[in-house]
């Protein structure tokens, strides 16, 4: 068997969908309406709060340059007045039930949550409906929403990180909309119109792309009644053909910004795989071999032992379709040439020399302890649940991964470097 398909069925078998006494034992209750509505029930009595997370299929993933940002733009106006309530009193019942409310447009998915006091679940489920099917969108509230948004989008590109990193994206993916900003461009946001709002909100609040996950200090068997009276009336309606993404287009080129800053930034890309695909989790313990805390490769070679680096870091978020793989530097102006050739130097370096079995298993528990400390809280349960059933993995995912984390070896991890470490594309912002 040759070392790719070894790779891929290994990792394969680690991913393979849980045992029933698996997904028991996870104290999660899975459930759809009549009218496809996804819902996910996780029993906890460690806290005395509870998080519901609602999340629809949506988000940049879906947008073109002209309605880049809509899907955000549109979760933030749709917090500032319902049918029942203005924008003021949604915030003052929020914190009545000891919680607080929020809405935001993501990269794969757009999400209404919420978190109150274990006794207020009802009420806190209620509020969530309420934003996210009963939304008035006021024009005056709109406007104002607008103005917010187009100044963070100022604020991005005033930043330095951020300005580096959304051109690093730009360049990486070309044509494919992960390259876009789930804030928008500054001319898409400033041509949507209440309208166009209220036509995206009604083409994505159908109810075959919703999930809702809630968890805490509850009762199954209440909260599938609580839940369908308050989203089993959503209409099923046609479902609408949803375009196909172009295909990334790596530049693969070298691009250098000039800013006013106080330190310079060095990212380098590759594009990877998406969360799915068998050669994920290796890609994910590579990219914590690379940058993974003060063990990872980078933080030793290039901080530590040559002191280029004020912060080094590698980043691969998770992506239902071709994910990235970024690695991270800050450092000073006068260090540019060194820095860059040095980081260039350890991501070249892996495919033909390997990696060692000791600092495989550091990455992997740099991978493992991670995963487990973001899940320590209700409202990340709550996440974590519905954002890997809406973007198809199933809400198992995560324990899935960590057995596929497990299985990872050097071998795997030299296999996948050689696979997807070439051909990088490069930004550096020097400071002006």
Avoid at 156 to 176: I, M
Avoid at 229 to 241: D, K, M, N, T
Avoid at 386 to 394: I, L
Wanted: cysteine-free; charged content about 25%.
């Amino acid at each position: 068997m040759s070392g790719r398909r070894a790779l891929s069925f290994g990792l394969a078998l680690a991913l393979a969908l849980p045992t029933v006494a698996e997904a028991q034992s996870a104290g999660v209750s899975r459930y759809v309406l009549a009218n496809g509505v996804r819902v996910l029930v996780r029993e906890s009595g460690d806290a005395g709060v509870v998080a519901v997370s609602l999340q629809v299929r949506a988000g940049s993933r879906f947008e073109t340059a002209e309605t880049a940002g809509i899907t955000n733009f549109l979760h933030r106006a749709m917090l500032r007045g319902t049918g029942r309530r203005s924008g003021e009193q949604l915030v003052e019942a929020a914190e009545r039930l000891g919680g607080s409310l929020d809405a935001s447009g993501e990269v794969e998915y757009a999400e209404v949550r919420g978190s109150a006091l274990a006794r207020h679940w009802e009420a806190l489920l209620g509020l969530v409906a309420e934003v996210a099917l009963t939304p008035t969108l006021p024009a005056d509230e709109v406007e104002k929403e607008r103005r917010l948004i187009l100044s963070q989008i100022q604020t991005r590109e005033d930043n330095p990180f951020p300005l580096a990193f959304d051109t690093l994206l730009r360049e990486l993916y070309g044509p494919h909309p992960y390259g876009l900003r789930t804030l928008g461009r500054r001319e898409s946001v400033a041509a949507l119109g209440r309208e166009d709002l209220l036509a995206h909100h009604r083409s994505i609040y159908r109810p075959d792309r919703l999930v809702l996950a809630i968890s805490g200090r509850i009762e199954r068997d209440r909260v599938r009644r609580t839940v369908e009276q308050l989203f089993g009336g959503l209409r099923i309606v046609a479902e609408r053909p949803v375009d196909a993404a172009p295909a990334p287009a790596p530049t693969g080129v070298r691009r250098v910004l000039e800013r006013p800053a106080q330190q310079a930034q060095i990212l380098v890309g590759y594009l990877a795989p998406g969360l799915s695909e068998p050669d994920y989790p290796a890609v994910k313990v590579l990219a914590a071999l690379l940058g993974g805390g003060m063990s990872g490769r980078l933080f030793v070679e290039l901080r530590d032992n040559r002191g280029l680096a004020y912060q080094v870091t590698a980043l691969s978020p998770p992506r239902a379709g071709p994910g990235f793989l970024v690695a991270y530097m800050g450092t000073a102006r006068e260090n540019i040439p060194a820095a860059e050739a040095g980081m260039l130097r350890e991501l070249e370096r892996i495919p033909p020399e390997g990696v060692g079995e000791e600092e495989v298993a550091r990455a992997k528990a740099h991978v493992l302890g991670s995963l487990a400390m973001d899940r320590r809280t209700n409202a990340r349960h709550a996440w974590y649940l519905a954002f890997y059933e809406v973007v198809g993995a199933g809400w198992e995912f995560p324990e899935r991964y960590a057995r596929a984390v497990e299985a990872v070896t050097a071998v795997d991890v030299r296999a996948v470097a050689q696979r997807y470490l070439r051909r990088p594309t490069t930004v550096v912002l020097e400071p002006r």
